[in-house]
């Protein structure tokens, strides 16, 4: 599967902010709304209500919200976002999608969330991050389906290890490719069909989705 159209979770987390013509598609469903920590500020700026905060509040006050709160010790071992995708999968939620958890100049914790997104799939959780020019997340033997790409690019590497992966419908196909850690190959490859597919065939391969206009 790998993308998420229709999530059961969104969760928003302190990064970047998201505009609210990005977030609508995903809520077409009704998702349950997890706010880490400030990302309360992002959720309530394009006119969502959580139903659960969580957090240690050093990137944004205790909001005042008849929601449920779970507030973290600041001495902890895991991210904001990490405790609020632990407590989404604890609840049964399949397919989620992560606002906030790009940019804002924090660049080690956008690298964290890649790691969420493996930890999710190794689980067989579904775990996209999306902003205004991205949506990535990984693939682990299955396939992803990629439509109305033809103004995006798309990139594939090799994550936690080498990867064999084939691409179909794109500028610069790949047939049964081992991606190696460590290497820029797979950068900006272009959809050329309707319809592109990505299979990653052994290994993890983390996948990003970018528009070409900024």
Do not use: W
């Amino acid at each position: 599967m790998g993308i998420v159209t229709n999530p059961d979770c969104i969760i928003f987390a302190a990064g970047s902010a998201v505009p609210l013509a990005v977030v609508q598609p995903y809520l077409t469903k009704h998702p349950y709304i997890i706010a880490a920590d400030g990302g309360y500020t992002l959720a309530k700026r394009v006119g969502c209500t959580p139903n659960l905060v969580i957090g240690d509040f050093d990137s944004g006050t205790r909001p005042e919200t008849t929601a449920e709160i779970i507030a973290l010790n600041p001495i902890k071992d895991a991210t904001d976002s990490a405790c609020a995708l632990y407590e989404a999968i604890q609840r049964g939620y399949q397919k989620i999608v992560l606002f906030g958890g790009t940019g804002a100049d924090r660049l080690d914790h956008t690298f964290a969330n890649f790691d969420l997104c493996a930890y999710a799939k190794i689980q067989g959780i579904d775990l996209m991050l999306a902003d205004a020019h991205h949506r990535i997340f990984v693939l682990q033997n299955e396939t992803a389906e990629i439509t109305d790409a033809q103004n995006q690019y798309v990139s594939v590497f090799a994550f936690g290890g080498a990867c064999t992966v084939t691409e179909e419908g794109f500028f610069y196909p790949l047939s049964h490719y081992t991606f190696e850690p460590f290497c820029g190959l797979g950068v900006s490859n272009e959809v050329t069909a309707d319809t592109a597919r990505i299979t990653a065939e052994q290994g993890i391969a983390l996948i990003f989705i970018t528009d070409k206009d900024f």
